[in-house]
């Protein structure tokens, strides 16, 4: 599983990062994290709002930090 | 020994020793501006931060959590129609931009994805303008007057050049947007009139609190004035039904929280400031107590205090030392010399006003204490709109962003209207006022 973070460096995209790396650990999942930070490809995956969050090259979320249990859900851990 | 691993910190000991070394502490000047510094800080920690700035904290939170951003971008898109997609533009900059790292992406994503440049050019000039931390911030230190201002000045203009930019640059072919924005639906649990409602007694009470005392001594606004806790605390009471109702906080947490602060006021009445800080505090522990969108409401609040506080902290005494305190003057920056160059309200003095605040970089809400100082050292009314026009919608580093998404021939034009449009505005706000 691919992870990608899209975000230019603002505050939330660095809390978004840490936030899948302590779910990584916790869970013992074996994902890897990307960090998509140049302006025109986080444009390619459509997003205004930015932190974007991409599980295997879909968007999950864009312009917040989404719950914990919802990245659960979309990882496929209960 | 080698000194190449060790350069970084042999240049960095060389330059602190040095500045130490020439610092002139015996030079009056400079310490009447170190002292400057200082004082300015105090004055804005014991005038602005309680009433101010705390309450613009949550109400920036409210906004990031309730209000749908969803909503508002689906106005963005390519098939968005031209008029709605500039108003909405030009206004949303309330909702979407209180943080100032969100300009840009979303900048680009309107260009390149969305309405194309001129509203993408309309949202990143008004953007960081009127969103409700600046608005606030602007009217209570610098003047009602210059608040509005500030706020009519951006909006219409972000219109009129964003209309300029798409006459002057149209666009040949939309086949490279067929991708369409892709924003996932957010799960909202509140309906749009319980957000606007809960929002809108938080602003009361931030106006409320805020009320200056008028120049006459009868009339509406002085009775307000004279009122304005007693409304306050009735605002507050609205705001616990919210909290209840809206919210669905629970009961038992919100009465604890009245109490406390009706208790505090009938021990305190002569000091309504306690009654609001525990008020303050008491909603803090109960929204952290909770689950959910309330918990999600203080996080983000503390996420713009973290944010914004040190910056602003930064700033004021930035401000202090090179432009010195109201009333006193006495920064590092001679007076003499920044009223030769914006004093009065000439053209030439907007011309440099929008030219420097065009070029300079303001961190979120510092433009505000330089500003004030500025014009205590006999800054122009008319200079000081142009500055605060042109200064935070653009600035070298962010241009140099621009550049990369649109160009060097369309980011020129952009600098140029700015600067042309902050002087004219100023210029003519300053014949006015």
Known sequence: ?78 | MNWIDERKKLIGFLAIFLFIYFLPVDVNRFNDAINGAFKLLKWYANEHVILCLIPSFFIAGVITVFVSQTAVIKYFGVSARKWLAYLVASISGTVLAVCSCTILPMFSGIYKRGAGIGPAITFLYSGPAINILSIMLTARIIGFEMGIARVIGAIIFSVVIGLIMASIFPERNKKNKVKQFNNPEMETSHDIWQTALHLLILIFILVLVNWRKPLVDHGLWHLLYTARWLVTAFCGLLLALSLIFILKIRQIHVVIVVLAVLFTALLFPQFPLVSFIVAVIGISIILSMSSGDPQEWISETWGFAKQILPLLAAGVLLAGFLLGIPDERGGIIPAEWIYTKVGGNTLIANIFASVVGAFMYFATLTEIPILQGLMNNGMGKGPALALLLAGPAISLPNMLVIRGVIGNRKTIVFVLLVIMMATMSGWIYGSIF
């Not at chain 1, 990307?34 to 444009?43: E, G, N, R, S």
């Not at chain 1, 709002?49 to 914990?68: D, Y």
């Open chain 1, 1 to 78: 599983m691919i992870i990608k973070i899209l975000g230019v460096g603002c505050p939330k995209c660095k809390n978004l990062e840490k936030l899948m790396l302590t779910i990584r650990d916790r869970y013992n999942l074996k994902y890897e994290i990307q960090k998509v930070t140049d302006l025109d490809d986080i444009m390619e995956y459509g997003i205004l709002m930015t932190p974007g969050l991409v599980i295997n090259e879909e968007v999950k979320s864009a312009g917040k930090i989404p719950k914990e249990k919802e990245i659960l859900k979309w990882l496929g851990v209960e």
